[in-house]
């Protein structure tokens, strides 16, 4: 796969990506990462499901979703990750030159905005250049588990129409403290069924992220199992409400909503993959 093609592949992408916007009707906000990039990121609301969805399309024609289920208390974050020139081969042939890797976490509602605050989101001028008004700082987590994407349902019903591509290749990762956390909420059935739906990825130590074998980046076969790392940020998204103080006729003093905080935070995740062509980005 030559540059030409490579840029074609990513340009096609990027106007996909921006014309589906446009078809749905989403918010869309322009964002300017740390980079300097400017990304497109789009917010889509579902009130009556309880979710919310953002994406937007990296400069590197990685394309991240964040998509928030509410009512299950999960968050799933999907990267479709393009392959270097010289790893697309394969790929293109099967009319795939992306890989797809998705990551389940717990849900905090202190995070987020409700779904119904994200659909009364308006902006007075969608030209402005936006940048996040406060820095998280990193997220440092170690994935020990892959869930089976025919049994995810029970974890969220979104997991398998988002993460269809990622299960080919084991991809869809979670942590223990969450799975716990999600098996506690149902009854003893629902909590069983939670953890027959994921595999432990266990190292020769026992660990998911095990210190007898290497870094993928440092790995010479790519048949060879290898921690992975997956680097990534969300560079803005609406974390909190602002409420301002006035008054009304009689002089009694108000709270309202007066717009929403955002918030910039950058993810540092680890896991075990069975072979090292699984993470083809870590070089």
Known sequence: MNCPVKFSVWYSLQVIFLSVLAANGELVVNVK??????????????????????????????LVTQFLDFQKGVQIYRLMILYEEEQSVQSVVAQVPYQT??????LSKQDFI????????????????????????????????SID?????????????????AAATGAIYAQEADLKFWASL?????????LDAVEHLSGTSGRAVSSSLG?????????ARCNCRLDFCVPWY???????????????????????????KCLYYQFLTNRKEFCRWDN
């Open 238 to 264: 609406p974390c909190g409400l602002k409420f301002c103080r006035g008054h009304d006729v009689s002089g009694k003093v108000l709270s309202y909503r007066c717009g929403i905080k955002s918030c910039r």
């Open 149 to 165: 994407v025919h049994k995810s349902n029970v974890i969220s019903t979104y997991i398998r129409p988002l993460c269809r591509e």
């Open 114 to 145: 409700a779904a119904d605050a994200i659909a009364k989101l308006r902006q007075k001028n969608p030209n402005t250049i936006r940048t996040a008004e406060e820095d998280l700082g990193k997220d440092n987590s170690t994935f020990d588990y």
């Open 101 to 106: 890797v998705c990551f389940v976490t717990k």
């Open 186 to 194: 149902g009854n003893p059935a629902e909590a069983f069924m939670v």
């Open 33 to 62: 990462n740390q980079g300097g990039d400017i990304l497109h990121e789009s917010l889509f609301s579902n009130i009556t499901g309880d979710t919310v969805q953002l994406e937007f399309l990296k400069a590197d024609g990685t």
């Open 215 to 223: 870094r993928c980046k440092d790995t010479n076969s790519t048949a």
